[in-house]
């Protein structure tokens, strides 16, 4: 995989000042950007999936322009087959674990079925694959942290995303199940192929994933 990043953003909020200057390539199938909180990770990972447009650049994925200031290209989310992990994992309460992984399935769905989620071999795959078929029926607030997040990554990978973007995966854990969602999402990442950008202040998270590390302080890569 390739991902090509060159970006500039400024922003600004009543006296504060942020200017995001981001420029790498990767070829990895697990590309880490590492740093502190407030140094630009997440305005960057916003930024590839469509959620914010930078003031200038470019950003290209497979050779596929995801984003292109000078040649007017922006490419709406839906467009993008990109798939986004947000770190508090953001399942729909009302939905039950099948509803949230079918969510995935179409594009602006607002409530899949239950008969038809239960019924969905691609939802029932998923299911399987990460152990879940207990919680069929069950509801976010029901779930232990690591089922929450599993049922968050089936829901993001349900749609063969090209790329997965992940927000400090592991830090919305306790300690005990952190190591032990580290292997099992180091095994599924295997098993798939399929590949990743994960933004993280943790080195543990570096040393899992990092194939290719980039180091981001004050909106750029130090």
Known sequence: MTLSINIQKHLQADERHFHLDIRFTANSNRIVLFGPSGAGKSLTLLAVAGLLKPDQGNI???QRTLFDHDKAICLPPQQRNV?????????FPHLTVAQNIAFGLRKNWL??????ANNHPVVLKWLKLFEL???????????????????????????????????????ALDSSLRERMRNE???????????????????????????????????RIS
């Open 83 to 91: 798939a986004y992990l947000f770190q508090d994992y953001a399942l």
């Open 60 to 62: 290209t994925l497979h």
């Open 185 to 219: 999402l180091s095994q599924l990442q295997l098993q798939l192929n399929v590949p990743m950008l994960i933004i993280t202040h943790d080195p543990a998270d570096v040393k899992a994933f990092g194939e290719e590390v980039f180091e981001v302080r004050d909106g």
């Open 111 to 116: 409530n899949p079925l239950r008969h038809f």
């Open 133 to 171: 078929q207990v919680t069929i029926n069950s509801y976010p607030h029901q779930l232990s942290g690591g089922q929450r997040q599993r049922v968050a990554l089936a829901r993001a990978l349900v749609s063969e995303p090209d790329i997965l973007l992940l927000d400090e995966p592991f830090s």
